[in-house]
C-alpha cells in the first residue's frame, strides 16, 4: 500500500509505527494518532503482518518425539592402567618443573655472562683511550704548549731538538 499524498505517512513510516513507534519523530506521531487513513493503513498492514505469521506457525512441520541416542557405556580401566596413568602425570609433572628450573638456570648464567662481558668491555674501552691519548702523543702538556702546535707528528728531529744532547 503506498500513499502518494505528501500530508500522510509513507509505507517505512507506517511499517515503523508498527515495529518502533517510540523512534519515529514527534510530528509524525501527531499525525499518525489523529489521521484516519493513516490509522486505517497501520491496521491494515498489521492485519497482513499477523495473518502471514499464522501462515508460517500452520506451514511450519509438527514436533516428532525427540530422538535420544544413547551413550556407549565406557570401558573402565584396569587398576594396572590407572596405575601407569599416575605414573605418566608425576613424570610429566617433574619434566615441566625441571624444564623451568633448567630455563631459570640458563638466563642467570646468560645474565652473569652478559655482566662479565660487560666489565671486560668497559676495561678494553679505558685501554684503548690510554693507548689512543698516547699515540697522538707521548709529550706531557707543558712540552705541548711550548710548541704552539695541538697535534704534534712526533719524530726524529723532533726529538733531537727536545731532548738535551749529553
Same mark, same amino acid.
Given at each position: 500500500?503506498?500513499?502518494?499524498?505528501?500530508?500522510?505517512?509513507?509505507?517505512?513510516q507506517i511499517l515503523q509505527s508498527l515495529v518502533a513507534k517510540e523512534d519515529l519523530p514527534?510530528?509524525?506521531?501527531?499525525?499518525?494518532?489523529?489521521?484516519?487513513?493513516?490509522?486505517?493503513?497501520?491496521?491494515?498492514?498489521?492485519?497482513?503482518?499477523?495473518?502471514?505469521?499464522?501462515?508460517?506457525?500452520?506451514?511450519?512441520?509438527?514436533?516428532?518425539? #525427540?530422538?535420544?541416542?544413547?551413550?556407549?557405556?565406557?570401558?573402565?580401566?584396569?587398576?594396572?592402567?590407572?596405575?601407569?596413568?599416575?605414573?605418566?602425570?608425576?613424570?610429566?609433572?617433574?619434566?615441566?618443573?625441571?624444564?623451568?628450573?633448567?630455563?631459570?638456570?640458563?638466563?642467570?648464567?646468560?645474565?652473569?655472562?652478559?655482566? #662479565?662481558?660487560?666489565?671486560?668491555?668497559?676495561?678494553?674501552e679505558r685501554l684503548m683511550a690510554e693507548i689512543s691519548k698516547l699515540g697522538r702523543s707521548g709529550l706531557p702538556q707543558s712540552?705541548?704548549?711550548?710548541?704552539?702546535?695541538?697535534?704534534?707528528?712526533?719524530?726524529?728531529?723532533?726529538?733531537?731538538?727536545?731532548?738535551?744532547?749529553?
Amino acid at each position: 500500500m503506498n500513499l502518494h499524498n505528501d500530508s500522510h505517512l509513507n509505507d517505512s513510516q507506517i511499517l515503523q509505527s508498527l515495529v518502533a513507534k517510540e523512534d519515529l519523530p514527534a510530528a509524525v506521531q501527531e499525525h499518525l494518532a489523529s489521521c484516519s487513513r493513516c490509522i486505517a493503513a497501520r491496521k491494515y498492514l498489521q492485519g497482513n503482518l499477523t495473518r502471514l505469521g499464522e501462515l508460517a506457525v500452520n506451514s511450519a512441520p509438527l514436533l516428532q518425539k #525427540k530422538i535420544v541416542i544413547p551413550r556407549q557405556q565406557q570401558a573402565v580401566p584396569s587398576q594396572w592402567l590407572s596405575g601407569w596413568r599416575s605414573i605418566f602425570a608425576l613424570t610429566a609433572t617433574a619434566g615441566v618443573v625441571l624444564l623451568f628450573i633448567g630455563l631459570v638456570s640458563l638466563k642467570n648464567t646468560q645474565e652473569q655472562a652478559f655482566t #662479565k662481558l660487560d666489565e671486560e668491555t668497559l676495561k678494553d674501552e679505558r685501554l684503548m683511550a690510554e693507548i689512543s691519548k698516547l699515540g697522538r702523543s707521548g709529550l706531557p702538556q707543558s712540552w705541548l704548549d711550548i710548541s704552539g702546535e695541538l697535534d704534534v707528528n712526533i719524530d726524529e728531529e723532533m726529538l733531537e731538538i727536545l731532548t738535551p744532547s749529553s
